[in-house]
């Protein structure tokens, strides 16, 4: 986050101004999720180990599990979960990627052409928008899919 000219930033009535660099690193891992259009998936590690490491550290509980079990049903690749990210489509790896993101439930959805990558069935698929309203989630788009803002309508 860059630091502001003047003014003061609030979120969710806590302001976040003059957090230190190391508050504002907590904030974004607790608040923000990212889509990014790029997948940024680890090749080695298998489409649920890749959902996992949203949590980075943190030790991952039954309750995340089953969540990211539920992602899986969502996105279309639960028979995919033990596969490797270098063995998925271009599309797989972009659900994987969108699963990942909700995975920690953020607040804030940051999407970086977030179905740049998937076909128009799995564009429909994907959801992606209907699970956003039920997590009550914020989302911004960067995109020239204009069949995006179809969907989000």
């Known amino acids: 986050m860059d630091n502001n000219d003047s003014g003061e930033i609030f979120f969710n009535k806590n302001e ?6 190391g508050m504002k690193a ?8 990212y889509v990014f259009q790029e997948y940024n998936l680890f090749s080695a590690l298998t489409v649920e180990e890749n959902i996992m490491m949203a949590f980075a550290e943190d030790k991952i509980t039954i ?4 969540k990211i079990d539920e992602l899986l049903h969502l996105i279309g690749l639960h028979e995919r979960k033990n596969h490797r990210a270098s063995e998925l489509s271009g599309g797989e790896k972009q659900r994987v990627a969108i699963a990942r993101a909700f995975v920690k439930d953020p607040s804030i959805l940051l999407c970086d052409e977030p179905v740049s990558n998937l076909d ?3 564009t ?3 959801q992606i ?14 995109t020239y899919f204009k069949r995006l803002k179809t969907i989000i309508e």
Request: proline share 0%.
């Open 16 to 21: 976040i101004t003059n957090m230190s660099n």
């Open 26 to 33: 907590v904030f974004r891992y607790n608040n923000i999720g």
């Open 63 to 66: 309750k995340e599990t089953d």
């Open 120 to 122: 128009e069935e799995n």
């Open 124 to 126: 429909n698929e994907i």
């Open 129 to 142: 928008i209907s699970y956003a309203g039920i997590l009550l989630m914020t989302m911004l788009f960067l």
